[in-house]
């Protein structure tokens, strides 16, 4: 077991990609001194996740070696534990387009925030420039996703109830749009805190036929609601080609504690 210190929250505020590359290192090393070989597992909280995925496409297939790690270990069980793998808008507490901007134009979160806003298109360099990090992310042909593809399992974990900083559907890799049943009951007694626990099946990569206009363009915050949301069903079929997942649904029961459970 390795507590990675590469990529804190303080230390992340450089952007996604910058975090994902320290992370990236640190595997490395930590590895290379068990060994030249072995399993690999990931777990990662919050934004932790997105930096994760991003170190993934640096383990796959790194910029100054031939043959990154993942081609000596065996990767086996990628978890996020709520992750915002759809970014942040237009969710829950930033529903607001105006808000968002706001809060990103004073810089708070940093290129981060930016990044999981969807408002860095065109501000990244290399092969993030012309899109937003997010969606290269996503890009079902790209080496992040062909480096989940490696992973024998993956799992979300999404807080169905108390969170405000990471929207369930972003956590739990749904559509926005999707309809919400009433959060289900803990189980009885309180012995457990899951109350969902299902397998999303993969997906076909390929958007249907009358989503191909919508796809095309500039992408950002002050693109249209229906713009946004092709994006969104984009991200979630370039991440849902990877395999299938498992979605865990955990529920805390912080009644009136809003935002803790995170």
Same mark, same amino acid.
Do not use: K
């Given at each position: 077991?390795?507590?990675?210190?590469?990529?804190?929250?303080?230390?992340?505020?450089?952007?996604?990609?910058?975090?994902?590359?320290?992370?990236?290192?640190?595997?490395?090393?930590?590895?290379?001194?068990?060994?030249?070989?072995? !399993?690999? !597992?990931?777990?990662?909280?919050?934004?932790? +996740?997105?930096?994760?995925?991003?170190?993934?496409?640096?383990?796959?297939?790194?910029?100054?070696?031939?043959?990154?790690?993942?081609?000596?270990?065996?990767?086996?069980?990628?978890?996020?534990?709520?992750?915002?793998?759809?970014?942040?808008?237009?969710?829950?507490?930033?529903?607001?387009?105006?808000?968002?901007?706001?809060?990103?134009?004073?810089?708070?979160?940093?290129?981060?925030?930016?990044?999981?806003?969807? /408002?860095? !298109?065109?501000?990244?360099?290399?092969?993030?420039?012309?899109?937003? /990090? /997010?969606?290269?992310?996503?890009?079902?042909? +790209?080496?992040?996703?062909?480096?989940?593809?490696?992973?024998?399992?993956?799992?979300?974990?999404?807080?169905?109830?108390?969170?405000?900083?990471?929207?369930?559907?972003?956590?739990?890799?749904?559509?926005?749009?999707?309809? /919400?049943?009433?959060?289900?009951?803990?189980?009885? +007694?309180?012995?457990?805190?899951?109350?969902?626990?299902?397998?999303?099946?993969?997906?076909?990569?390929?958007?249907?036929?009358?989503?191909?206009?919508?796809?095309?363009?500039?992408?950002?915050?002050?693109?249209?609601?229906?713009?946004? !949301?092709?994006?969104?069903?984009?991200?979630?079929?370039?991440?849902?080609?990877?395999?299938?997942?498992?979605?865990?649904?955990?529920?805390?029961?912080?009644?009136?504690?809003?935002?803790?459970?995170?």
């Amino acid at each position: 077991l390795h507590v990675l210190s590469a990529a804190t929250a303080g230390d992340q505020t450089d952007g996604i990609d910058a975090a994902g590359l320290r992370v990236a290192r640190e595997i490395e090393a930590a590895c290379d001194a068990i060994g030249p070989s072995g !399993s690999l !597992s990931i777990v990662a909280h919050s934004n932790g +996740g997105l930096v994760g995925r991003w170190a993934l496409g640096e383990l796959l297939e790194p910029a100054t070696e031939a043959r990154g790690l993942l081609d000596r270990w065996r990767p086996q069980l990628f978890l996020t534990l709520a992750a915002p793998h759809l970014g942040v808008f237009p969710f829950g507490l930033f529903w607001s387009e105006r808000l968002v901007r706001r809060v990103a134009s004073l810089g708070y979160f940093g290129t981060a925030g930016r990044q999981l806003a969807l /408002l860095d !298109s065109g501000s990244g360099n290399g092969e993030t420039a012309a899109t937003p /990090l /997010l969606l290269a992310l996503a890009e079902p042909r +790209g080496r992040y996703v062909r480096a989940l593809r490696r992973f024998e399992r993956r799992v979300a974990v999404a807080n169905r109830t108390n969170e405000v900083l990471v929207p369930y559907p972003s956590a739990a890799l749904l559509a926005p749009s999707a309809p /919400l049943a009433a959060a289900p009951r803990r189980r009885a +007694g309180g012995r457990s805190n899951v109350v969902g626990d299902v397998l999303l099946p993969a997906l076909d990569p390929r958007p249907p036929a009358a989503a191909d206009a919508e796809e095309e363009g500039p992408v950002g915050a002050a693109a249209s609601t229906r713009r946004r !949301s092709s994006v969104h069903a984009r991200m979630l079929r370039g991440l849902r080609s990877a395999g299938e997942w498992r979605r865990v649904d955990v529920d805390f029961g912080l009644r009136g504690a809003l935002g803790w459970a995170h």
